[in-house]
């Protein structure tokens, strides 16, 4: 089979030649791990972060070794307890054909409930992320008007229907084109959109909350969050989900200028890692899977077929190529 790599660490823009992509013998399962199918895997921007060297929340990845992340398998041999060939497991060895996993990191997914993308996606690590970002980190009440960034995204889509069903007032989203907008209000029932490059953010903000905003679920960082800092009203919560506006940038970039709001405006503001809140787990499941099956959750994937071309649909991920979850299709 085949195993994606990282070939070096990328200076800014990832490209292809960040990449490699090798042929290799299927690895052998020792005792307590299964030897894995991988048939559907993930990409996500965290993995740009891992390009880099330097500590973070989660390691680097290593320069010649496969690259990892979310995948969905079907176990092909097993020598751990309570997993059978044929079974469908999520784990965190993607970007290559065949995984050798350790059981204790592997769990059963059932394919008859969920189409297998779903474990990566709504009922995944996305999902829970939009779920406890508005109704933990952010404290999301009834008849708070919400702004979420990178709204047309995996885990924006679901936090403005998440927040939504948890009795928002007014849901208002931005993306990067007028097909997303669309896809924003008449599919994802968004009440207000806009594209950020038509304009400064601020203003087409404001003209879409002038009543203010409560909450702000934040993709994007940057140009973004000063607007929502200037757009909140008093006592307003900010989730800090993720920054992609500034993943790319060679140095840190300035913040926003307006700093100071934070205090005349007593605004809490917080980041967050979704494994972090692992506690939450049930609730999420139970409510989110709920709404689900009730046909309350709509969620749209942008599937690039192939291992091969896994890089770039990373590399398409990070230019905005995805609505909804960007997923690659192995088998
Ligand atoms: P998305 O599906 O939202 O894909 C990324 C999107 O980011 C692109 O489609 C693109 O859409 C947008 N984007 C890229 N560059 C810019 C830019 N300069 N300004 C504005 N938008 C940009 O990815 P995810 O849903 O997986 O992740 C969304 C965010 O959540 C990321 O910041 C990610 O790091 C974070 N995250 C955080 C987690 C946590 O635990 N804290 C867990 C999971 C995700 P467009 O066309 O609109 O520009």
């Given at each position: 089979g085949l195993?994606?790599?990282?070939?070096?660490?990328?200076?800014?823009?990832?490209?292809?030649?960040?990449?490699?992509?090798?042929?290799?013998?299927?690895?052998?399962?020792?005792?307590?791990?299964?030897?894995?199918?991988?048939?559907?895997?993930?990409?996500?921007?965290?993995?740009?972060?891992?390009?880099?060297?330097?500590?973070?929340?989660?390691?680097?990845?290593?320069?010649?070794a496969p690259l990892e992340g979310g995948a969905v398998g079907e176990v092909v041999e097993s020598n751990a307890e309570g997993f059978a060939p044929g079974d469908h497991v999520l784990h965190n060895l993607g970007w290559r054909d065949y995984a050798v996993v350790s059981g204790k990191h592997a769990t059963k997914v059932d394919a008859s409930a969920a189409p297998l993308g779903a474990y990566l996606y709504v009922l995944g690590m996305p999902g829970m992320t939009a779920y406890v970002g508005l109704a933990d980190v952010a404290a999301q009440q009834e008849g708070d008007v919400v702004f979420i960034s990178g709204a047309a995204g995996a885990v924006g889509s679901l936090a403005g229907q998440i927040a939504k069903l948890r009795g928002a007032k007014k849901v208002i989203g931005s993306a990067g084109s007028a097909e997303k907008v669309r896809y924003l209000l008449d599919e994802v029932g968004f009440d207000e959109a806009f594209n950020y490059h038509d304009g400064p953010v601020v203003e087409q903000l404001k003209a879409a909350a002038p009543e203010g905003i409560d909450v702000y679920f934040d993709n994007v960082g940057g140009e973004h969050l000063e607007a929502a800092i200037s757009v909140m009203n008093d006592f307003g919560r900010l989730a800090e989900c993720g920054m992609i506006s500034q993943y790319n940038a060679e140095t840190p970039q300035p913040g926003p200028r307006n700093m100071a709001m934070i205090v005349q405006k007593r605004l809490k503001i917080e980041g967050f890692i979704v494994m972090d809140r692992a506690h939450l787990k049930d609730q999420f499941f139970n409510e989110v899977g709920a709404w689900l099956r009730d046909g309350k959750i709509t969620y749209r994937e942008t599937v690039v077929e192939g291992l091969r071309n896994a890089p770039d649909a990373f590399l398409g991920l990070m230019r905005g190529d995805n609505t909804g979850k960007m997923l690659v299709k192995i088998v």
């Amino acid at each position: 089979g085949l195993e994606i790599r990282l070939a070096s660490r990328p200076k800014g823009w990832p490209t292809m030649d960040n990449f490699d992509i090798a042929e290799v013998e299927a690895p052998q399962p020792g005792e307590g791990e299964l030897l894995v199918r991988n048939l559907v895997m993930s990409v996500d921007p965290y993995m740009r972060g891992r390009m880099n060297e330097g500590k973070s929340y989660v390691p680097p990845f290593q320069v010649g070794a496969p690259l990892e992340g979310g995948a969905v398998g079907e176990v092909v041999e097993s020598n751990a307890e309570g997993f059978a060939p044929g079974d469908h497991v999520l784990h965190n060895l993607g970007w290559r054909d065949y995984a050798v996993v350790s059981g204790k990191h592997a769990t059963k997914v059932d394919a008859s409930a969920a189409p297998l993308g779903a474990y990566l996606y709504v009922l995944g690590m996305p999902g829970m992320t939009a779920y406890v970002g508005l109704a933990d980190v952010a404290a999301q009440q009834e008849g708070d008007v919400v702004f979420i960034s990178g709204a047309a995204g995996a885990v924006g889509s679901l936090a403005g229907q998440i927040a939504k069903l948890r009795g928002a007032k007014k849901v208002i989203g931005s993306a990067g084109s007028a097909e997303k907008v669309r896809y924003l209000l008449d599919e994802v029932g968004f009440d207000e959109a806009f594209n950020y490059h038509d304009g400064p953010v601020v203003e087409q903000l404001k003209a879409a909350a002038p009543e203010g905003i409560d909450v702000y679920f934040d993709n994007v960082g940057g140009e973004h969050l000063e607007a929502a800092i200037s757009v909140m009203n008093d006592f307003g919560r900010l989730a800090e989900c993720g920054m992609i506006s500034q993943y790319n940038a060679e140095t840190p970039q300035p913040g926003p200028r307006n700093m100071a709001m934070i205090v005349q405006k007593r605004l809490k503001i917080e980041g967050f890692i979704v494994m972090d809140r692992a506690h939450l787990k049930d609730q999420f499941f139970n409510e989110v899977g709920a709404w689900l099956r009730d046909g309350k959750i709509t969620y749209r994937e942008t599937v690039v077929e192939g291992l091969r071309n896994a890089p770039d649909a990373f590399l398409g991920l990070m230019r905005g190529d995805n609505t909804g979850k960007m997923l690659v299709k192995i088998v």
